[in-house]
């Protein structure tokens, strides 16, 4: 997901900015929104002074258009009347796309704080750093910076006998039975490219040659960026990595499966291979 043109990313509230603004409060993963207009298919999150439950770790994330945008933690176990706490995943479609990408920017903000209240070589507790971008050890002055997890992800054509066609995967982790492209982390030491060739013959036993790169985006589930290629079969006959890959087959561009979301890099990489077959 991106964030909207229309957005400044900030770590901290510019001095002179007014108080109030748009309230994104998480806790784990989970975002307190509300029915705008009372229909539960349209959300909004809160706006205005102070958020409508008790928060902690309260941080300024960006300027929307030019309203301040505010990330807060809560652990209140049931939301207040007229409001709901559901798993950001879970508001595609509802919630505007532009308040799903900041959104996304605040829970790896929140998530960051969370897990991190303790330095991990020396165990005491850490305090806001770098005007919040990151956080110190109080007592051996380690600093570390919000998690990031490089993460490739390819698509896979060739050329069968009725056009280009499509290497698409479904897996065991997968969220909704969609079919889509491989993907994987990378390992320390691994180049991206090396961890696309690893990756495809780990989960599907081909090779690949003529890697393209497409475009890389932030996945905040929890804190992935998806770097994205295409890429020309090269060999090899299927065969589905045990305990990750329930099947993988290769798709016409006519007769595609259930695909992703179009909000994820997955959808752009297929629907762009499609366009361009048939160019
Ligand atoms: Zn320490």
Redesign the pocket.
């Known amino acids: 997901m991106f964030l909207p043109a229309t957005f400044t990313p900030l770590w901290s509230s510019p001095a002179a900015s007014p108080p109030g603004g748009l309230w994104f409060v998480m806790d784990r993963g989970r975002l307190l929104t509300f029915a705008a207009a009372g229909e539960a298919d349209t959300l909004a999150v809160p706006q205005g002074d102070a958020p409508p439950v008790p928060v902690e770790g309260v941080q300024c994330i960006g300027l929307l258009d030019d309203v301040l945008c505010w990330a807060a933690r809560t652990e209140t176990e049931a939301a207040p009347s007229g409001f709901t706490m559901e798993p950001l995943r879970r508001l595609f479609d509802r919630l505007p796309d532009e308040l799903v990408a900041v959104a996304g920017r605040a829970a790896q903000v929140l998530e960051f704080d969370r897990t991190h209240r303790h330095?991990g070589?020396?165990?005491?507790p850490t305090e806001a750093c770098d005007q919040g971008r990151g956080r110190r050890?109080t007592?051996?002055?380690?600093v570390c910076y919000p998690r990031l997890a490089p993460a490739m992800m390819v698509l896979v054509t060739r050329e069968g006998p009725g056009g280009r066609e499509l290497l698409l995967a479904t897996g065991r982790r997968f969220a909704s039975p969609v079919y889509s492209a491989l993907a994987g982390f990378v390992e320390p030491s691994e180049s991206l490219e090396d961890c696309v060739r690893r990756e495809v013959q780990e989960e599907v036993g081909l090779r690949v040659r003529g890697l393209r790169y497409f475009g890389s985006e932030c996945w905040p589930f929890p804190h992935s960026l998806m770097v994205a290629f295409m890429a020309e079969y090269d060999g090899g006959e299927i065969r589905c990595e045990e305990g990750e890959i329930v099947d993988a087959q290769w798709f016409p561009i006519g007769r595609l499966p259930a695909l992703p979301h179009r909000l994820s890099v997955a959808r752009r990489l297929i629907d762009f291979a499609v366009a361009e077959a048939e160019r």
């Open positions: 330095c070589a020396c165990a005491a050890c007592a051996c002055g380690d």
